[in-house]
């Protein structure tokens, strides 16, 4: 019985998906070359739509686009699109994850509306090739944003949240659980949350709770020892004001920016404060949403609204700020380059110093930009739809 329940499900796990057309890859995509430093100039390569995408999606060796019900993976260099991976229902958002996965090449991360208004059918799909490799029925609200970071991933959502591993296994539902198999496993199902963030498999949320006069920031494990119905706090403690932002953790702390005046108020596991930094950031930027941010090995890049600020990425505590730019920082040839009205601005990574700007045209020069490199191509996610820039010059 045992070998006959695991056939069904390795056969369910890998099956076609009703309503799908899959068009495999014919030959793999390969990874462009690296950046041999950062160019005197760029010029557009490329450009597709893509509505379901906050930012550039790099996985492996592809850039991967989404809208309308179709995901495609892309050849960097040229966008041609070498697979695709179609339903016939609206596209919620998609992501790269699993890096440990697929021989290092990561896995793309496809979720998809059910039979109902949620988000609620999610595959994965192999990079290179667009080949499936399994499937699950998270349970989140159209808006959800997938956080990958390493062994995991959190479909986000303003009341409930989830987090999967990646084999697809569920490892922790939190908040208002649609259809709780138990009641009373939640502590606070009532609040709302502004924003989350998965890092060194923790997860941290920003809740906002009836009857507490401030916000809350509690963070979790993101694969607890009692089971995905049951979740483990590490702490959750209120903070000194509403309106807060949770930035950023690392192993162990966490980073939250507080409004009135602007501040950066750093916590152990424990949650308690071990650091409150002023922020060079106007108040207004700090309107208590979700973060905007690119993590690094060595930093955490946070664009506030109008300007990018660099945290440590062990201590969390902010290393420089710099003014006037469109998203955060990305590492692109050796150097480090930021989205600004111009162009890209080049910034010394340890002192944020401007050192040269780039010429860059865009149609319109104050709307954000997120940007992510591929090998030399550098993509730049403008509205509804990426962009790819070349070394030029």
């Not at 606070?188 to 890092?199: D, F, M, N």
Request: glycine fraction near 12%; include cysteine.
């Amino acid at each position: 019985m045992v070998l006959v329940l695991g056939a069904v499900v390795a056969v369910w796990r890998t099956s076609a998906v009703a309503g799908a057309d899959s068009d495999p890859a014919a030959v793999a995509i390969t990874a462009p070359p690296h950046a041999d430093g950062v160019p005197a100039g760029f010029a557009e390569a490329w450009r597709a739509a893509s509505g379901a995408t906050a930012a550039p999606v790099v996985a492996g060796p592809a850039v991967v686009t989404g809208d309308g019900g179709s995901v495609h993976g892309r050849d960097a260099v040229a966008g041609g699109v070498a697979w695709s991976y179609t339903r016939d229902r609206p596209l919620c958002t998609v992501a790269a994850g699993f890096p440990d996965s697929d021989d290092g090449r990561g896995q793309v991360l496809a979720l998809y509306e059910g039979g109902t208004s949620y988000c609620s059918e999610l595959t994965t799909l192999r990079p290179a090739t667009g080949e499936r490799v399994a499937a699950s029925n998270p349970d989140v609200r159209p808006g959800t944003r997938l956080l990958a970071r390493g062994g995991f991933v959190v479909a986000t959502g303003s009341e409930y949240l989830e987090v999967l591993r990646s084999d697809l296994v569920k490892t922790l539902e939190y908040g208002d659980v649609p259809t709780p198999v138990q009641v009373g496993r939640q502590p606070r199902p009532e609040c709302t949350y502004g924003s989350v963030v998965l890092a060194q498999e923790r997860v941290g949320v920003l809740e906002r709770c009836p009857g507490e006069p401030t916000d809350r920031l509690t963070v979790l494990a993101a694969d607890g020892e009692d089971g995905a119905e049951t979740p483990q706090e590490e702490f959750s403690v209120p903070l000194p004001a509403a309106g807060a932002t949770l930035v950023a953790l690392s192993a162990d702390r966490a980073a939250v920016a507080l409004p009135d005046p602007p501040r950066l108020q750093l916590l152990d596991t424990t949650g308690q404060q071990v650091g409150l930094i002023p922020l060079d950031v106007p108040d207004a930027d700090l309107t208590g949403g979700a973060a905007v941010t690119e993590v690094t090995p060595d930093a955490v890049y946070w664009w506030t609204g109008s300007r990018t600020v660099a945290l440590d990425a062990t201590d969390l505590a902010p290393l420089w700020t710099a003014d006037g730019t469109l998203g955060p920082a990305v590492p692109y040839g050796g150097g480090l380059l930021v989205p600004v009205p111009s162009g890209l601005q080049e910034l010394d990574p340890a002192t944020g110093a401007a050192l040269r700007t780039i010429p860059v045209r865009r149609t319109d020069p104050q709307a954000p930009v997120r940007a992510a490199a591929a090998g030399e191509v550098l993509l730049e996610q403008r509205g509804a739809e990426v962009v790819a820039l070349r070394p030029a010059g």
